[in-house]
């Protein structure tokens, strides 16, 4: 698989290929949510976006929720990140109907965003990056969309369809 990157982020992302970087967040619930624990019998999607309540990422988000199929089943999860506090990302879900995790990445302010090369220094957000991240712990797509700009939810489809064929 391919690595897409639309926009240069401050820190320098994980190559496809080598192992994501673990981390372990509270939810909107205040729940940890490590990526250790989710991995092994599924692949997890991390989505990173910069602010709740923003009318992209309330966009994206959405769309996430009305074709959660895509997202989530037996076979991978969706973690989405923000450095929103763990009280805004409640707010956000509880209104919007997520009912797949929000991880705040609040404190130390975006720490897994920076490991994951997508942290705005200049700005104090994560960028609007996506991980496809495999069942033992291997990154193996990724794409960071500009600031401003939507991220391309069918390229995501497409590298989970190419990381659940046979041949993979």
Known sequence: MTTTTTSAP????????????SFTLVDQHGTPISLDDQLGARHVVLVFVPFAFSGICTGELREIRDRLEDFEGDDVTVLVISCDSLYSMRVWADIEGYFFSLLS??????EVARAYGVFSEANGFALRGTFLIDRDGILRWSSVSETGLARDFDEFRAALADLRSPVH
């Open 105 to 110: 990445d609040f404190w130390p302010h975006g």
């Open 10 to 21: 401050a820190c320098v992302a994980p190559a496809v290929g080598v192992r994501a970087p």
